[in-house]
């Protein structure tokens, strides 16, 4: 059969998802989380699924497989048809429980969740669990489980296949986990493989290698995938289709290229324009309010304040002029507010003698670490995990105590002070997590956690002024007043993170550390955040150390970057230096990992996939 044939191939499908609607009952009422949505994945095709958290793209998925938990939601109406290459086409619907179990899941559609930690088991080694699930759907030996399990770990690219085979989840990290996860997932070849934001915690450098390993094992298998995400840059990468989802609704739907070429829905356009560029300096991040608004009924209103993603980013781009002068700013301070000397943080790990006191190796977490901070700069720390980024970043707090050295804070150096100083230094350096809800207490109203180490630094003469302050600060973190008497739980993730940040100006600092703040937020979110924290820097003149592994991310919020690599500084210089011309091979494996942002270099991707599924298609024919 000639090329030309091959042109006019029609894909066939393997999952159609037609009038789906799933509900859930709450102690508000019923909430209709899938709205009546149709979609359909192809053979050997991955289709991307992208939206903000609540969009309903987790929950679709996890309809396909009924993972649903009963009681609380269910499937209202609709028809998952599968065209399962072992029993024909099937409505999974109509299936028992026990025939999902058996037949269907991790046999025939298999998953990957977000968080593998959370999936694997703890008391059972990494190995174990990969051969409990050959042996569950598998009519093997418990050392042919064994030899495929072993086979697989090599496949997912595993290094020492036989350790982390016996290895704890414990014992391993987040991307051999997540590798493990995939192993796990392919371990019974499915015939389509859901990975429910996969990557979202990894490092870029992670993210990289498990999006490239996903894409060769699809390739290889002929594999279909449903890709989970809220971040379009790595859609970008991985899928051949994408739909976009808004509260419960299909908004759009199209080829990848196209989507990102010319995206129809202002909803679409706001997610692609407020995502970091690692190609250019942005001044302030466009958000998804700048492109559509949405009425009381739930009607999305496009504005025409921003006609297109390119007028939105042209707009807000930092101009070369702007640059020189932060630089200047920086470069013309003779004293800086923080002076790291020295720094050093080793962990035994080995020990020898009777009482196992003599220790005989250390993990250099931080390892001769100097730098300085200057007033009112972001200082943006990057490296992968396990780097020493966090460690440090807990030191410089007084947080950790170090094993060697000094950090130098407003001319005194902490580790000197006397217990009573360290506590009023708290007022003057505070830290904000990544996870809000950790850091907030679930028994106390946000109003109160935000009053209390006011009352511990004695800001405000009494509650009442205190409270003024409190619902001040929430207004200035775009909450509202009533918000004063509500639970960390009654918020969403982007608004905890707000109020964790008014906490912590709550005391009125000088310095903070941002360690990983919007790294679990959705992307529209995330530029909501970084946005704020920009614009409270300048109304308090407040200097940060932003922590991340998202170095587009730090592109748009530091002024100079530090790149860490096993405890050590790998390089240090201004943003726009280090991304334009990196000096260190780590440091250009970092650039080089971050998704693509560039629409030319989108169409590039594309059509390799094109023509390498073409290619796959006429051998497969031949």
Known sequence: MGAKENTHYQPEPLLEVKNLSIIFTTSKGVIQAVKDINFTVYKGETLGIVGESGSGKSVSSLAVLRLIQEGIGKIASGEILFHSPKYGKINLLELTEAQMRKDIRGNEIAMIFQEPMTSLNPVFTCGEQVVETILLHQEVSQEEAKKRALTLFEKVKLPEPERIFKAYPHEISGG??????????????PALLIADEPTTALDVTVQAEVLKLIQELSNESEMSVIFITHDLGVIAEIA?????????NILEKNDTWELFYNPK??????????RPRSNMKMRVLPVVADFMEVLPTGEIIEKNRLGSIGEALVMNVEIEEDI????????????????????????????????????VEYKKAVDDVSFNVYQGETLGLVGESGCGKTTLGRMILH???PTEGEVIFEGKNIFALKPEEVRQLRKDMQIIFQDPYSSLNPRMPVGMAIMEPMRLFGIGKDDKERKEKVIELLETVSLKASHFNHYPHEFSGGQRQRIAIARALAVEP??????????????????????????????????????????????FMADRILVMNKGKIEEIGYSEDIYN??????????????PESDTEEIRKIQARRREARLAR??????
């Open 176 to 189: 051999q986990k997540q590798r493990v996860m995939i192993a796990m997932a392919l371990s019974c070849e």
């Open 240 to 248: 051949d289709r994408v739909l976009v989802m808004y509260r419960g």
């Open 265 to 274: 829905h202002p909803y679409t356009k706001g997610l692609l324009a407020c």
């Open 324 to 359: 020189i002068e932060r630089k200047k700013e920086i470069s013309l301070q003779s004293k800086p507010i923080l002076e790291v000397r020295n720094l050093k943080k080793y962990f035994p790990i080995k020990t020898k003698g009777i009482f196992k006191k003599e220790v």
């Open 399 to 401: 947080l950790t105590p």
């Open 510 to 555: 000088k310095f903070i550390v941002c360690d990983e703040s919007v790294s679990a937020l959705d992307v529209s979110v995330q530029a909501q955040v970084l946005n704020l924290l920009n614009e409270l820097k300048e109304k308090y003149h407040l200097t940060y150390i932003f922590i991340s592994h998202d170095l587009s991310v730090v592109r």
């Open 581 to 594: 011309s990196p000096q260190q091979p780590y440091t250009k494996r970092l650039i080089q990992s971050i």
């Open 617 to 622: 298609l006429q051998a497969k024919i031949r």
